[in-house]
């Protein structure tokens, strides 16, 4: 399609003038000015139209499949019958970011390229349903436009890679390290390890007298903590878990987390299953140990959608309690608004703090605290730090209900989730809470 440029319009509009010299002059030379000046543009016109360049068929290059969290590109590559100024813009559908145009100048016969940022809020899928393209002639009088079908679908899932990268990276660090060797002091544990000579300095208590007379020396007995213990991973999946937190809805930032301590657990030898539940349990995997139970827990926790209702913990917590048999830690990552809302959810933990060893994640909002801490301006400012200093308020007092159930409370920041929740595994570990 071809239409007219905003320069081509305003010198149309420049001739107007001229236009309206025959009302003030009736002599019949007044016409001849105007003419003259609709000539020359039509003949502006029709040279920009003759040397207006056309574009050859974009090749349009999306990735295979998007990381929900990491960067990605699509590929545009044009060429065009003379060099000219080509303006890009895709079609996109699905829930991301729209994407901003792309220009690039083509010098034929060498192929142009540029690339597009992909911005996806949610996992699913993107379609690139088509391409928009426009050039300029030389004058800057007229556009050729075009629309170029495309149709093509961008998968967006879960980054699982990153997860165990971030894994392996804390599963080197130091602390993790002393964590497992804390394991095999004398004393720190339950479990029976292996018997050791004496050596001064040992804590007495630890001699073991029947193997020391059997042998003929003085043998102490080393412990270790307990492993094979069960860890049950329990994802909200209702309405508030779909908010977004920091560029991703905080559904997506629990299953990092949910991934990255799976893994950790897989490798000090516990077992780990998997529970989701929104309006109703959507699945149950009991625990289990071995690489196929981390592939099992990714591949559910990958496939979980978005739910719109809101949350039945009284359905979810009565099939948990059902499904786990023996003390489990459970690792319960779920949200709440306010005191009120969160009743229902409270009674339903407190039932499951008293069997098992509940750890609750909540993801903290920063822009609580921003609001709550900044100097009001205004009125509307004076109004929004209210709110949300009374909103972080309820929200201390039901972890604090949390903690006083007897479970473990961990509230950070969405980036601080998986660090931290790995340190107070750890201390579960040392401290054999299970």
Known sequence: MIRPT???????????PIAALPTLDPEPWA???????????????????FLLPATLPVAVSPP??????????????????????????????????????ATMAVLPPIVATTRVPL?????????????????GGPLGLLWSERRQAVDRTVPVVTDVQAVRRRALRMAANREFQVGLKVERYVGDGSEFDSLREFVAGMDRRAVDWKASARHRALLCREFRAERDHPVMLCLDAGRLMGEPLD????????????????????????????????????????????????????ARLAALDYGREETNFTLAMTELLRQLRRRTLVVLFTDFVDSVTAELMLRN??????????????MRDPLLARLAG????????????????????????????????????????????????????????????L
Do not use: N
């Open 31 to 49: 016409w001849q000015p105007w003419v003259l000046w609709l000539a020359a543009l039509g003949v502006a016109l029709a040279i920009d139209w």
């Open 119 to 135: 911005h996806p809020r949610r996992r699913g899928t993107l379609r690139l349903a088509a391409v928009h393209l426009r050039c």
């Open 64 to 101: 295979q499949l998007v990381h929900l969290g990491q960067p990605a590109e699509v590929e545009l590559a044009a060429t065009a019958t003379r060099r000219c100024r080509l303006e890009l813009q895709l079609e996109l559908t699905g829930d991301a970011e729209p994407p901003a145009p």
């Open 247 to 298: 560029g991703m809805p905080r559904l997506d930032h629990a299953i990092h987390a949910a991934l990255q301590l799976g893994y950790l657990c897989l490798r000090t030898g516990d077992r780990v299953g998997s529970f989701a539940f929104a309006a109703a349990p959507q699945h149950v995997l009991l625990p289990q140990a071995g690489v196929h139970a981390l592939q099992a827990i990714q």
């Open 6 to 16: 905003p320069r081509a319009l305003g010198l149309l509009a420049a001739g107007l």
């Open 349 to 362: 933990v407190q039932w499951l703090a008293r069997r098992h060893l509940l750890l609750f994640v909540a």
């Open 374 to 433: 900044q100097e009001p301006a205004s009125v509307e400012d004076l109004h929004r730090a209210v709110v949300a200093e009374e909103m972080r308020r309820e929200r201390l007092l039901v972890l604090e209900r949390i903690r006083s159930a007897g479970a473990q409370v961990l509230d950070a920041e969405a980036a601080e989730v998986g660090p931290e929740l790995v340190r107070r595994y750890l201390q579960v570990k040392r401290r054999e809470l």
